[in-house]
């Protein structure tokens, strides 16, 4: 997010009015083991559960003895592997920023009447389990999906003229389908706090619209552009399941290969060693990224910019040509999760003419019904409840560890600036690895007494906390960054307590990130990001597990059932985005 | 709802922290695909007078490799879900503790593997190509009936097959033509299958209901490397009633490869009786009738008696391969590896 980062390492004295020698003296008082106050908590957590585990698990398979059995091949493949992830990652993320600056764009300064709608479509796709993700788009680009149907009808060919899944375009769509919202929410979030002045400034000495937008708007949208442009690239860098499932065997990204030399040849040194490649290239793309944000300035402007609505012709056209364009990007692929949930399709196989083809209600009702009495049967509704249970202790636990660690950083000091990098690191391991990381460190009771971490529900919103934490704490640093100090001190000197200043001064500005940090946790968690999908599952089964359940036998009822779940979880997940948007904490609207 | 439905989780989280009360947990690894009744388990637990409970770990290599690592405390008394092609790395790692349970007795002889009794069988599965039926008979077109047929101008882009190094069908498929056409000329023949138009995914997901079109979702590839069970579940979960399976499976010799799945007491079990009791329940009667239509595999017990729909709609192949385990170990990384390098690369 970073939309106002290190304001105090500007040469300048910031608008806020604090100057540079105010600040030095500040970060300077004696006894400065306190500074390590505020990441008492986060980084307790983060070495506890991510970096110890990690570590385990590296030494195990990189340790000097079995460092010895890796041989040159291993070497060579390590590398050809590392070139393609980084040039799919590179392309992806272009492709990325491409669609979403100007969205963000769009939120940011208009009002029209699909905005609230459209919003929640973009974000939608980031939790969805790209099983489900695959599923939609075959319906719509596969050998037998809608598109090619209606170009062969259309042309009379007799093959299908789009040839999708195992493509890299593939691949390159669905980066693009996942990540944009990331685009979207910290550009956007940065457009609408950008101070106007500024332009109007610019416009009032004689720079013309696109002047302005080249060397004010964009300037100061570095920071949050080049923030969103590494988290994007650091996703498309660790993916996954978009490379299994639609990319097919033909390609294979560190992640990927770490989990076949894991799981499959049970190579645990090659596993190790390429988890440490994309370790420490993650380390690498934070500290560029924080050496470059450093050297630009941002103006602090609590208040937000009301967006307006389009009057302009060019206004028009550049509004609906990207809800149009949003709409057929991100509906059409969703709507043919819903659609399939309530059509009979079943056959055009061995029995036509019984069977009738049409809408049904079947799949959720059957949803509801333990026909084969399994003892894993889950209602969707506990599914449901499962999984916004996990979600709602993510949410609470990486805003309780985010926020110590955001008020920090935005006052960075020495320490800040080298804990800054590593803050992202959780992003960019590997799951695979993490998860089996997690598996040998917990394995046994916590501190001699019974309580079994691995085999209680805890790790798993730990696990979801650990990747939700550095968004969380990107989200909230600006916001805090950017509250000038002298409104404190005005605070302090008409006789406010501290807890009066920090309601009055510090929540309103603050609240907005909380939501936005509050949604990307939840959001985070929903989906199963990560190494939680890799630890051991006792009970209480979510809703991706649910779907992945169905998917897993054949049976026209068990995808019936399965688009039907993945249908639910996107209600679910549209419907708590909405929620959390919609929440007026008390102070919001005060501005 | 939502305060409703958020409740009783976070209840039981804090309950949790408190530590396990009450009769004994046994613990059960699994891969994420076993199933069981709710009543069958339950009938279990009252009889011993515990609870069990299950720990679902992945697909079968993860679950594997998750007790493998985790040796020196396991995480479970029973580990269920290792098959004949990972028994070998289950042994080697020296994970199980053996028992000789009386009902070995009720099983045939060419399911025990381990003559230690380390791993004990529990059921079987016979990894086949099924085909849309529809489509061979609208297009006239004989189903095939050797490997051989398979690489024939005929069936041109009609198969599609799981990559060996992401999943167990397809690596299960892989070893039965190692077996039909030994380790040498294995691989002519999955070059023959390339230039055949051979269509690979990566996991049975994507093979069945994205590529598969006898599936729900109607894809391009007629055949499908699933298994010889898959067209008794496409009638049990079929949307409307059906009478007939709408997929069949090529059950031709040496086309399919037997996958045998073993249960396991983990080495330092803290219940060893009970372990012993849950190992024998699942090659009882009463559990073996009850896995077909929840698991989609076959009873090793031969008291067994297989559910209607098994009877009607799905066979085993007369002739599967089989390879031995040791065997497998030892050259399943290259075998892959090669195949990797001939089938997907260098195009």
């Known amino acids: 997010m970073l939309t106002h980062p290190k304001d105090s390492q500007s040469p300048n004295p910031d608008p806020a009015g604090v100057s540079k020698p105010e600040r030095q003296a500040r970060r300077s008082k004696p006894g400065s083991w306190l500074v390590l106050l505020p990441w008492l908590a986060p980084l307790l957590f983060l070495a506890i559960f991510f970096l110890y585990p990690l570590a385990r698990i590296l030494w195990l398979g990189l340790n000097p003895v079995s460092f010895q059995s890796l041989t040159a091949a291993n070497y060579g493949q390590a590398g050809y592997v590392l070139l393609f992830t980084f040039y799919q990652a590179l392309l992806s993320t272009l492709l990325t920023l491409a669609l979403g600056l100007p969205v963000a764009f769009l939120f940011a300064r208009y009002n029209f009447r699909l905005k609230s709608f459209l919003r929640t479509l973009t974000a939608i796709p980031f939790m969805l389990p790209t099983v489900v993700v695959a599923a939609g788009f075959t319906a719509l680009l596969g050998p037998r999906g809608w598109l090619n149907i209606a170009l062969m009808h259309l042309f009379g060919l007799v093959n299908p003229p789009i040839i999708f899944a195992g493509t890299l375009g593939a691949i390159l769509l669905a980066h693009v389908f996942y990540n944009t919202t990331i685009v979207v929410r910290l550009v956007g979030n940065a ?401 | 709802m939502k305060r409703f439905s958020i409740l009783p989780i976070l209840v039981v989280l804090l309950l949790s922290a408190c530590g396990p009360k009450g009769p004994v947990t046994l613990t059960v690894m699994t891969h994420d695909s076993f199933a069981a009744s709710e009543g069958v388990i339950a009938a279990f637990e009252k009889a011993n007078n515990i609870k069990v409970a299950f720990l679902k770990s992945g697909d079968a290599g993860a679950a594997l490799n998750k007790a493998i690592l985790t040796a020196d405390a396991p995480l479970a008394d029973v580990f269920y879900g290792v098959d004949n092609t990972f028994l070998s790395r289950a042994l080697i790692a020296g994970i199980y503790t053996p028992y000789a349970s009386p009902l070995l007795a009720k099983i045939p002889d060419e399911f025990k593997l381990d003559p230690q009794s380390r791993a004990l069988p529990v059921d079987y599965g016979d990894v086949c190509i099924n085909f849309d039926k529809a489509y061979f008979s609208s297009k006239s077109l004989p189903v095939p009936v050797t490997l051989e047929d398979l690489a024939k101008p005929a069936y041109k882009g009609l198969l599609v097959v799981e990559n060996p190094a992401t999943s167990s069908p397809g690596l299960a498929f892989l070893l039965a033509t190692i077996k039909h056409f030994g380790p040498d000329a294995y691989l002519d023949y999955w070059k023959s299958l390339r230039s055949n138009g051979l269509v690979v995914v990566d996991s049975w997901e994507t093979a069945y209901y994205t590529n598969f079109s006898g599936s729900s979702g109607h894809g391009a590839q007629p055949m499908v490397v699933s298994y010889a069970s898959s067209p008794a579940a496409e009638v049990v979960f079929a949307t409307t009633k059906l009478t007939d399976s709408p997929i069949g499976s090529i059950l031709g010799p040496g086309t399919c490869f037997r996958q045998i799945e073993f249960v396991g007491i983990l080495k330092g079990t803290r219940h060893l009786a009970l372990a012993q009791k849950f190992v024998d329940f699942m090659l009882s009667q009463q559990f073996q009738q009850d896995m077909p239509l929840q698991m989609y595999v076959y009873p090793v017990n031969s008291q067994a008696s297989l559910p209607q729909e098994f009877i009607r709609y799905a066979q085993t192949a007369s002739q599967p391969a089989t390879l031995d385990p040791a065997l497998i170990a030892a050259n399943r990384d290259k075998w892959i590896t090669d195949w990797t390098a001939a089938v997907l690369q260098n195009h």
């Open chain 1, 191 to 591: 457009l609408s706090r950008l101070d106007p002045r500024l332009a109007q400034a610019a416009r009032s000495l004689g720079a013309n619209p696109l002047q302005v937008f080249w060397r004010i708007t964009l300037a100061l949208l570095r920071p949050p552009i080049l923030a969103a442009a590494l988290l994007v690239f650091i996703f498309d860098f660790t993916s996954f399941g978009v490379i299994l499932l639609l990319g097919g065997p033909l390609f294979s990204t560190l992640e990927v290969e770490i989990y076949k030399q894991a799981i499959s040849f049970y190579n645990l040194p090659l596993a190790a060693l390429l988890s440490l490649i994309q370790l420490l290239c993650t380390l690498a793309f934070s500290i560029v990224y924080s050496r470059l944000i450093t050297r630009t300035n941002v103006s602090v402007n609590p208040r937000v910019n009301v967006p307006i609505r389009p009057y302009t012709f060019f206004q028009r056209s550049f509004v609906a040509f990207f809800c149009f364009l949003l709409l057929v990007f991100y509906l059409l692929p969703l709507s043919s999760l819903p659609i399939r949930s309530v059509t009979r399709l079943e056959a055009d196989q061995g029995q036509r003419g019984q069977v009738h083809y049409g809408l049904t209600g079947d799949y959720y009702t059957e949803l509801f019904i333990n026909r084969r009495d399994s003892i894993f049967y889950v209602p969707p509704f506990d599914a449901i409840g499962n999984s916004l249970g996990y979600a709602a202790l993510t949410v609470i636990l990486s805003l309780l560890l985010g926020f110590p660690a955001a008020s920090a950083l935005a006052r960075p000091g020495r320490l800040e600036r080298i804990l800054d990098p590593l803050l992202i690191l959780p992003l960019g391991a590997s799951s695979v690895t993490l998860g089996l990381g997690l598996i040998i460190t917990f394995n046994k009771p916590l501190f001699g007494s019974q309580f079994m971490l691995l085999s209680s529900p805890w790790l798993v919103p730990i696990a979801h906390t650990i990747i939700a934490l550095p968004f969380v704490i990107r989200t909230l640093q600006p916001a805090l960054a950017s509250i000038p100090d002298r409104l404190r001190q005005a605070a302090v000197v008409l006789g406010a307590p501290p807890p009066r200043v920090w309601y009055t001064v510090d929540w309103p500005i603050v609240s907005r990130a909380t939501l936005s940090a509050a949604v990307f946790a939840f959001t985070v968690s929903l989906g199963e990001f990560g190494a939680s999908s890799l630890v051991v599952r006792p009970e209480y089964p979510t809703l991706p597990i649910a779907i992945a359940r169905f998917l897993s036998q054949p049976g026209g009822l068990n995808y019936g059932q399965a688009m039907a779940m993945a249908t639910i979880l996107m209600l679910v997940c549209g419907i708590a985005i909405l929620f959390i948007e919609r929440l007026r904490l008390p102070g919001t609207g005060e501005f």
